[in-house]
């Protein structure tokens, strides 16, 4: 009898954690296969008695209620009485179905952090759960969102060739064809890369893209070019040693300019490559 009334006072003794609030969604990785996400909640012990927390399982759900991720505790976490803990979970997500719910969010993802779990406090089990919507916001996170470009082989944007697309006297036209990828789905426009290009580690000309680039969940790849124009070519390939062997490095610096999701996102940018030259070049007059 003293048995089960102790077993009922445990049972009325025990008050289910709370779920305070969300401090934070992180992006911590990104590629064309999955997102990885670091949320981190703050659980609170109403209890009198310490409460240890043994499982707790977190799914992250989409505005239709779908499952897009799910995480869970790695081990038993102990809350003081009347305290609270800041738990972090590590959430992965498919990249393209992501994609596609932020394309079409506008600036702003909506879901919801799903919680269940099971605590203990003095001689009590009980399993409770939660739920809270979360608003991810694409002004502080797009920048990381969207990966660097980079330009070494497997990167984003890669260059296709390099070539004088006009010579003349007082100016010369080089051209740099290029191809920039998709994997990830997102939608974005490429407005403008204003760039200098440097030959010799010094100042050769200006620079932009030849054309906006328009991409959607749809579009893998865009090809396009960059047109610069460059003043003292003849003088320039004449000091460049590299272009007894038939051709000069070259090196762009500029800012990558892209609109997305109603966001201007500005990101400096370089890459290098070289230009063929002829014997031409040097008789010109």
């Given at each position: 009898?003293?048995?089960?009334?102790?077993?009922?006072?445990?049972?009325?003794?025990?008050?289910?954690?709370?779920?305070?609030?969300?401090?934070?969604?992180?992006v911590?990785?990104?590629?064309?296969?999955?997102?990885?996400?670091?949320?981190?909640?703050?659980?609170?012990?109403p209890?009198?008695?310490?409460?240890?927390l043994?499982?707790?399982n977190?799914?992250?759900?989409?505005?239709?209620?779908?499952?897009?991720g799910?995480?869970?505790?790695?081990?038993?976490?102990?809350?003081?009485?009347?305290?609270?803990?800041?738990?972090?979970?590590?959430?992965?997500?498919?990249?393209?179905?992501?994609?596609?719910?932020?394309?079409?969010?506008?600036?702003?993802?909506?879901?919801?952090?799903?919680g269940?779990?099971?605590?203990r406090?003095?001689?009590?089990?009980?399993?409770?759960?939660?739920?809270?919507?979360?608003?991810?916001?694409?002004?502080k996170?797009?920048?990381?969102?969207?990966?660097?470009?980079?330009?070494?082989?497997?990167?984003?944007?890669?260059?296709?060739r390099?070539y004088?697309?006009?010579l003349?006297?007082?100016?010369?036209?080089?051209?740099?064809?290029?191809?920039?990828l998709?994997?990830?789905g997102?939608?974005?426009?490429?407005?403008?890369?204003?760039?200098e290009?440097f030959?010799?580690?010094?100042?050769?000309?200006?620079g932009?893209?030849?054309?906006?680039?328009?991409?959607?969940?749809?579009?893998?790849?865009?090809?396009?070019?960059?047109?610069?124009?460059v003043?003292?070519?003849?003088?320039?390939?004449?000091?460049?040693?590299?272009a007894?062997?038939?051709?000069?490095?070259?090196?762009?610096?500029?800012?990558?300019?892209?609109?997305?999701?109603?966001?201007?996102?500005?990101?400096?940018?370089?890459?290098?490559?070289?230009v063929p030259?002829?014997?031409?070049?040097?008789?010109l007059?």
């Amino acid at each position: 009898m003293m048995m089960i009334l102790s077993l009922n006072s445990c049972k009325w003794l025990f008050q289910k954690p709370i779920l305070e609030k969300i401090h934070d969604v992180k992006v911590l990785s990104f590629s064309p296969d999955k997102i990885e996400l670091e949320i981190a909640i703050s659980v609170k012990n109403p209890n009198s008695y310490q409460l240890k927390l043994n499982q707790l399982n977190i799914d992250l759900l989409n505005i239709d209620r779908d499952r897009i991720g799910m995480a869970e505790l790695s081990k038993a976490v102990e809350i003081p009485k009347k305290r609270s803990a800041a738990l972090h979970f590590k959430v992965s997500l498919e990249s393209r179905p992501t994609v596609r719910m932020i394309n079409k969010s506008d600036s702003r993802v909506f879901f919801y952090v799903s919680g269940k779990g099971e605590g203990r406090v003095l001689c009590s089990n009980k399993k409770f759960d939660f739920e809270e919507p979360v608003e991810l916001d694409l002004r502080k996170h797009l920048e990381d969102m969207i990966p660097r470009f980079e330009a070494e082989g497997a990167g984003l944007f890669q260059i296709k060739r390099s070539y004088v697309d006009k010579l003349g006297i007082a100016e010369t036209k080089i051209k740099i064809d290029f191809i920039l990828l998709n994997p990830y789905g997102f939608t974005f426009r490429l407005k403008e890369f204003p760039a200098e290009i440097f030959i010799n580690d010094k100042p050769a000309g200006t620079g932009n893209l030849a054309n906006q680039l328009n991409f959607d969940e749809n579009i893998f790849s865009r090809e396009e070019s960059m047109q610069f124009k460059v003043n003292n070519w003849k003088s320039i390939i004449g000091a460049v040693k590299g272009a007894v062997k038939g051709e000069i490095t070259y090196r762009v610096r500029g800012m990558l300019i892209i609109d997305a999701y109603g966001i201007e996102i500005r990101k400096p940018y370089t890459y290098e490559g070289s230009v063929p030259v002829s014997l031409s070049d040097y008789l010109l007059n």
